[in-house]
């Protein structure tokens, strides 16, 4: 997805004020991960390790047969991928609304896009 810029002061902040507060929320989040040095989501490749950050939309436990699971959905304005770690009900510091970075090998199981037990870090708030 390619989009282009406004290049005036004014066309810009004709931009920001006609914008929703998601499609804002997406371009601060692609801004803030492109000066981390992170991957954008929309660009990583399945089976390469990669490094990206963005914040968590929801985070879930997910009881399972053999292994508990918490799986938390991360967003970078670009797309989405859920962080799975295995073994584990809570981390503290894990929770909606926070930002995170994440290194880990990049993933595909039952058609999501998923990092399975990453290296992580966490953000302010």
């Known amino acids: 997805m390619t989009e282009t810029r406004p290049t005036g002061w004014l066309a810009r902040t004709l931009q920001r004020l006609a914008a929703d507060d998601q499609a804002i929320d997406a371009q601060e989040l692609r801004a803030g991960a492109a000066s981390a040095g992170c991957e954008p989501l ?53 929770e909606p609304g926070r930002t995170v970075t994440a290194r880990g090998r990049f993933g595909a199981f039952d058609g999501r896009r998923v990092i399975y037990n990453p290296w992580y870090e966490l953000g302010s708030c």
Request: with cysteine; net charge positive; charged share 25%.
């Open 42 to 94: 929309s660009s990583c490749q399945k089976g390469k390790v990669v490094t990206v950050t963005g914040r968590l939309k929801s985070v879930v436990y997910t009881p399972r047969e053999t292994v508990p699971t918490l799986e938390a959905e991360l967003f970078d304005g670009s797309g989405s991928v859920t962080l799975v770690w295995l073994g584990r009900r809570r981390i503290p510091g894990i």
